[in-house]
C-alpha cells in the first residue's frame, strides 16, 4: 500500500514563527488532504489539494504530485494552531491513508 | 449544522460487553468511514462503505461489525469487547466531486475497556 511520511514528528514554535510541515508519499494519489486535529480531538478540514497550491489565511498548502510530497506552510503561528497536522491520501478507490501526524505546539 | 454526528462522545465497557456507535451525515455522502486513532499511530481505517448496501474491510477490522442502515447512517459494532479495543473511534463522510471530495469527521467516541 501507500506509505505515507509526515516530518518533522513534533515541533515547537514560538509565537508569531513562521513553519513548514511535509508530507512525502510513496505512490501517485488521487487526493491528498490536510487536517488538523486541535487539543480536544476535534478534526478539522484544512485543505483538499491533490495538487496545485491553496491559501486559507495564515495556512497555505503545496502539493507537487510528480514529485510526491506536500507542504504545508504555517504562518505567524498562534496558540490556537497548536495540535497535530495529518495529511491522508487515497490511491486506489477508497484506499485512504494516514500519515502519522506532525505534532505542533506554539507557545507564548 | 451540517456536519457528522457521532454517539456515544464517550462510553466505558467492560470486557466481552457489546455496544454499538452510531454515526449519521446529513450532507447526502455516498461514502462513509469507520477509523480509530490510538496514540502514535494516526488514524486506521476499520470499515467503510462506499455506497448504500455495500460495506468492506479496512486496514483493523477484526472485533468489528458494521451496517450501512440506509445513506445516512453507518454504524459500528462491538460484539465483545476487549482491551485492545480500547481507543478514540472517528466517524468520517465523503462526497463525490469538487469541491466536497474531503473528508468531514465526527467528533469521535471516547471508548475505554476495563
Redesign the interface.
Known amino acids: 500500500g501507500i506509505q505515507v511520511e509526515q516530518s518533522p514528528p513534533d515541533l515547537i514554535l514560538q509565537e508569531g514563527a513562521n513553519s513548514t510541515l511535509r508530507c512525502n508519499f510513496s505512490d501517485s494519489v488521487n ?1 491528498l ?1 490536510w ?1 488538523h486535529q486541535n487539543p480536544w ?3 478539522i ?1 484544512l485543505f ?1 489539494i491533490p495538487s496545485g497550491t491553496k491559501q486559507n489565511g495564515r495556512l497555505s498548502a503545496t502539493t507537487v504530485a510528480t514529485e510526491r510530497y506536500s507542504l504545508l506552510y504555517i504562518s505567524s503561528s498562534q496558540t490556537t494552531d497548536s495540535g497535530v497536522y ?1 495529511c ?1 491520501l487515497t490511491g486506489g ?2 484506499k ?1 491513508t ?4 506532525t505534532k505542533l505546539q506554539v507557545i507564548p | 449544522n451540517a456536519g457528522v454526528t457521532q454517539t456515544p462522545k464517550f462510553q466505558v465497557l467492560k470486557t466481552g460487553q457489546s455496544m454499538t456507535l452510531q454515526c449519521a451525515q446529513d450532507m447526502n455522502h455516498n ?1 462513509m ?1 469507520w ?1 480509530r486513532q490510538d496514540p ?6 476499520i470499515y ?1 462503505s ?1 455506497s448504500e448496501g455495500t460495506t ?1 474491510k479496512g486496514e483493523v477490522p477484526n472485533g468489528y461489525n458494521v451496517s450501512r442502515l440506509n445513506k445516512r447512517e453507518f454504524s459500528l459494532r462491538l460484539e465483545s469487547a476487549a482491551p485492545s479495543q480500547t481507543s ?1 473511534y ?1 466517524c468520517a463522510s465523503r462526497g463525490t466531486g469538487t ?1 466536497n ?5 465526527g ?2 467516541t ?1 471508548l475505554t475497556v476495563v
Open positions: 487526493n488532504q487536517f480531538g476535534q478534526l478540514n483538499y495529518f491522508a478507490y477508497q485512504v494516514f500519515g502519522i501526524g | 461514502s468511514y477509523y502514535g499511530m494516526g488514524l486506521r481505517l467503510y462506499a468492506d478514540v472517528f469541491p471530495y474531503g473528508y468531514t469527521f467528533s469521535g471516547r
